[in-house]
RNA sequence: GCGGGCGUAGCUCAGUUGGUUAGAGCGCCAGGUUGUGGCCCUGGAGGCCGCCGGUUCAAGUCCGGUCGCUCGCCCCA
């Protein structure tokens, strides 16, 4: 029944899943909008330029992860990777740049193609938020701010800690690149097959590395922090003081790079050592060249990212789910009185389970595990007297109340 | 893309040195109880033992391959 799977990498989200996974999405979007981050919600599939040209042509997300293909008009398109680039596009398309700064809240599936483990999933959801057109520090510190509120929301903040460090501005980066470049260099023989390839690609990778000799040529390597410029400098002390002044605690990390080209300045996580090797659960920055990579006006921006499976994983407990009023008829004369009651209930916004057979025993047992909070028998005599038996599920308790005082007993 | 572990019922798992009709618990359905759930008792449905090939008189069990899941590397949310 090769037909009867999910693909590779992809997973169905009912039940428990499912729960956990819009209670993730609904309290990121809550924390947003008291930050005033409306919803945006750009198309799944863009033109692959977009990414191709925001992403950098030598990261592993658009050398060898992407969905691409061609539709039938010959058109390049591709399964978004992630959605900054795409709100960035958007922002762009519908004129949104006169008026900044952009506030921007999303939630929605990505698709990378990746050998699928614990949290990485080759479609899996994120949560995001997106300020445009703020060149502050005062920005990232919000954003950074607003992620945090969402990790106290759900319960999850002390397993979670932030990281930060800067990549500073596009001409710090660049000196720095080069210079540790030069370094590596020189210990070539004694870098692991991986960073050999990051040299040319992405070295700054290498500084991640979890590689032992790695990590030893690494120790005697310059600093990034040496490079900055003074503006640069002046920015992250800023940021600095911005979360010291909140009360966000975090811990410098001068190895946390990013794997996306569009970065600059600030770069932060939202770390745990829960998830096994996937231990960022929200990760971000600054990307100041990104509006115009895509060919917008220079435009500042910064933002971050969530993983919703990670978030749901490591928020863990049960969601609850409705719980409704089951209606019980007994004997045929019932059922209509049944379904009208059931009509009448919903119409006041009171959630019914009816089922569509079975005697009364059955369908008591049906409201059990529809886990209904009470239970509203009818047979022959409550109707006869205009009555229904009320049953309190939890405590087993009955009482007789006539049909007139119902939506309001069940509404309060 | 690379390495390790694992594939038996919807789920969690037994299955002896290869040996008759492959089992349990949970869950599901029905009955015990024709006006009442949870607990209990009884019965029932549900399996290409992941798939293909090989060894053998005989394979769930051994061997090879393959697919899938999973953990790590890589990458990243």
Do not use: C
Request: glycine share 10%; proline share 5%; aromatic share 6%.
């Amino acid at each position: 029944m090769a037909t009867a799977r999910p693909v590779r990498g992809t997973h169905d989200l009912f039940g428990e899943t499912i729960r956990r996974h819009r209670h993730v999405i609904e309290t990121g979007r809550a924390a947003s909008a008291l930050y005033g981050y409306e919803e945006i919600a750009t198309p799944v599939f863009e033109f692959t330029d977009v990414f191709l040209r925001t992403l950098g042509d030598t990261s592993d997300v658009v050398t060898k992860e992407m969905y691409t293909f061609e539709d039938r008009g010959g058109e390049s398109l591709t399964l978004r990777p992630e959605n900054t680039a795409g709100v960035a596009r958007a922002a762009i398309s519908n004129g949104l740049l006169q008026s900044l700064p952009l506030k921007f809240f999303y939630a929605g599936p990505m698709f990378r193609y990746e050998r699928p483990q614990k949290g990485r999933m080759r479609q899996f959801h994120q949560i995001g938020i997106e300020l445009i057109g703020a060149p502050e520090p005062q920005g990232d510190v919000e954003v950074i701010a607003a992620g945090a509120m969402i990790l106290e929301r759900l319960g999850v903040a002390e397993h979670v800690t932030l990281e930060l460090n800067t990549l500073g501005d596009p001409a710090s980066r660049q000196a720095y690149r080069e210079e540790l470049v030069r370094y590596l260099e020189g210990y070539r023989d004694r870098l692991s097959e991986d960073s050999l390839a990051r040299l040319g690609r992405n070295p700054m990778r290498i500084l991640d590395s979890k590689d032992e000799g790695d990590r030893k040529v690494v120790e005697g390597a310059p600093r990034l922090e040496e490079s900055l410029n003074e503006a640069s400098r002046d920015f992250f002390k800023a940021v600095r003081e911005g979360l010291d002044e909140l009360g966000l605690a975090y811990r410098l990390n001068p190895r946390l790079v990013r794997g996306l080209d569009y970065y600059t300045h600030t770069a932060f996580e939202f770390t745990t050592d829960q998830l096994g090797a996937q231990g960022a659960v929200i990760a971000g920055g600054r990307y100041d060249g990104l509006v115009e990579e895509i060919g917008g006006p220079s435009t500042p921006g910064v933002g971050w990212a969530a993983g919703v499976e990670r978030l749901a994983l490591l928020a863990g407990r049960e969601e609850a789910r409705v719980r409704p009023v089951a209606i019980v008829p007994i004997g045929p004369a019932a059922e209509q009185a049944a379904r009208l009651l059931a009509a009448e209930l919903r119409a006041a916004g009171i959630a019914v389970e009816l089922a569509f057979k079975g005697k009364p025993g059955q369908r008591m047992k049906r409201a059990d595990r529809a886990a209904a909070r009470f239970a509203l028998s009818l047979g022959d005599d409550e109707l006869a007297s205009g009555v229904v038996k009320l049953r309190d599920l939890d405590s087993g308790e009955e009482q007789v109340l006539p049909r007139t005082e119902l939506v309001r007993r069940l509404a309060g």
